[in-house]
C-alpha cells in the first residue's frame, strides 16, 4: 500500500510540473507567412530526392514484412 501511495504522488508531482498550454494565434502565422514570402527555400530536387527515399525504406519494410 506505501508503494502505491508514494507511486501516486510521484506522478501526481510529474505531472503538476509538466503541465503546459500550447496556444496559436492567427497574428503569429501572419509574421512569419510575411517572412517567408520574401525568401524562398524551397528545393524541388531535395524534396523529390526525400519522397523518393521514404517511397524506397516503405518498399522495403513492405518486403520485409512478408512471410
Do not use: H
Amino acid at each position: 500500500m506505501y508503494k502505491l501511495l508514494v507511486l501516486l504522488v510521484v506522478v501526481a508531482c510529474v505531472c503538476a510540473a509538466v503541465e503546459a498550454q500550447l496556444t496559436f494565434t492567427s497574428s503569429w502565422g501572419g509574421k512569419r507567412a510575411a517572412i517567408a514570402g520574401t525568401v524562398s527555400c524551397r528545393n524541388d530536387e531535395a524534396i523529390a530526392a526525400i519522397y523518393k527515399m521514404i517511397q524506397n525504406e516503405a518498399e522495403r519494410f513492405i518486403l520485409c514484412q512478408k512471410p
